[in-house]
């Protein structure tokens, strides 16, 4: 597999805040690849270093095999980038908005309004861009990254401001567009948005990179212990902490949840005592993830 | 030309802006033209207006004015009758007339008021000047002086002449300016600014469309100045009035200039608008765009020398309706040149990509 981005050591500091702190990643071709991390973890100076937008104090960035700093011609048809606000002309339309950026990249009109209806605006084609929603806005702000189909795309916080309705149904056209293999690269600071989305997932904060794995290797590598909950009056707390394997028994409204790094075991025991009613099992999460690296609460 | 080439599709992503942006339209376009309405409205009758006489019973030297000199006296004074006396007086001391006019024997009396000094200083030297003709005719001996009077300035030198340039520098001053200031700052705002910074497109090609389509309303401001005071107020343009184009080309640059200087201090789109709004408005004044500044003191007109809008101002008269040859564009072509490179000198260092 050929590598898509190649980071070696980047540094920015402004004043006394290390943003980044000697970073160092790879990113193959085709990959969907998630940064995550709380607001003011580096993130977006990460990005905006790997992009070519400012300058790294330290370190170097080698993006599809070319140099990004100083500003590179060569790359920029190649690459294709979503910032974190809306970054439109004025009161154009989402159409006459898209149109502009497909002319930039000397790409037709016929190929932009594909695009249009590619991300669900074709009722939309005809309004100004300051009287969309946040949800199109988005859509159409990933749209013009894409319209000269760029081999590697970055979208900072595509999901951000976003109501839970709008950030899942983005999740469907979020999903799509590595389809052809495209890299694909996304900041996010929501555990649900990485784990659904990402073949990798880094996990970031402070500047740095705490882990960079798929977030099944994360979650597992965390061994957290699972959480085996029962329907309450099915089983007391009695007989719950009596069950080999079982380190810790809660009690409360919803249940009797049983806390087990042997879940299989333990579910094994429930069933033949036939206590299976209702029973839910959760495993770790990359929120579990954040805490053991952190020591910390995850704060979105 | 490609409609489709990142220049054009900038060219006209940014005119699309700014012509739905009615506040913008507005203030550039419409406003400017209301004080065109104003001003060539307001000034124009002024000088129209004539002397109010009451005459009072019978003013034979009036009445026997010699052929030529009665035309003359039509001209200064719109004459009533009366033979009430004290009524008359009573009227010019309450404003309704200027003079009342009684001749007892062989000497006239003007009863004048001194509220209006102009009209109260015409009313002396026109009536003078008739009772001196007239005493010269009655002696007999031909007079042996005579006055010819010949105005300088092209007979059509009208209020509207002197405010259609120096409202159009206002005008184009402030269009240029806030357009910068406003493109600058909000582009800079929205990250559009570094969004372009990653696209295929030099910084060349995007400063050449933001000056094209400035240009563009600079020139569509000078003919709707041109037109609108043509048609309704009857300005007419001198011989080299094309010289005005490349004055205000310059003079275009140099207010963009000045923009993007507010653009590059302020951080909000309100804040970079405000500061420009300050440094163009009182410059307008002070620059001679509402009124001449022939009669202001000496040490004000130095100082305007310093603002790059008298020298539009000045350059435009000059060409448009001074009747003076294209060479009079030169030197404030020169100096407007001037201006623009030292301000976008000093905008370009004070430029950031962002507000942080």
Redesign the interface.
Known sequence: MTTAIHVTGLTKRYGDLVAVDDVSLDVAEGEFVGVLGPNGAGKTTLLEMV???RRPDAGGVEVLGEAVWP?N?RL??R?G?Q??????????TAR?QI???A????V??ATADEWVERVGLTDKADT?VEDLSGGQAQRLSIACALVHDPELVFLDEPTAALDPQARRNLWDLLSSINDSGRTVVLTTHYMDEAEVLCDRVAVMDHGRILQFDSPAALVRGLDAPARIRVAPGSLTVEQASAIAGVIETRDDADGVVLVTRDPAGVIGVLAAGDHLDGVTVQTGTLEDVFLSLTGREYRA | MNRQSPFWALSIAILRGFLRDRASVFFAVIFPLMFLVLFGGLFSSQDQSKVDMIQVGSVPLIEQLPEGADEAFADTFEVTHSDDLDDAIEQVRKGDADVALEQRGDEIIAHYTQTEQVKAAVTQGTLRAFVDGTNVAVSGSPPKFSLVTEQVEDDSLTTIQFVTPGLLGWAIAMSAAFGAAATLQGWRQSKLLRRLQLAPVGTGTVVAARITVTLAVALMQFALFIGLGAAAFGLQLSGSWWMALPLIIVGTLCFMALGLFAGAVAKTVEGAVNLANFLVLPMAFLSGSFFPLDASPTWLQRFSDILPLKHLNEGMLDVMVRGQGPGAAVVPLLILAAFAMVITLLAAKLFRWETT
């Open positions: 992009e070519g937008l500003r011609p920029q048809p690459i980038v910032l974190q606000a809306s970054s439109f002309f004025e009161r154009l006459e149109r502009t950026f002319s930039l990249y000397g037709g009109q100004r």
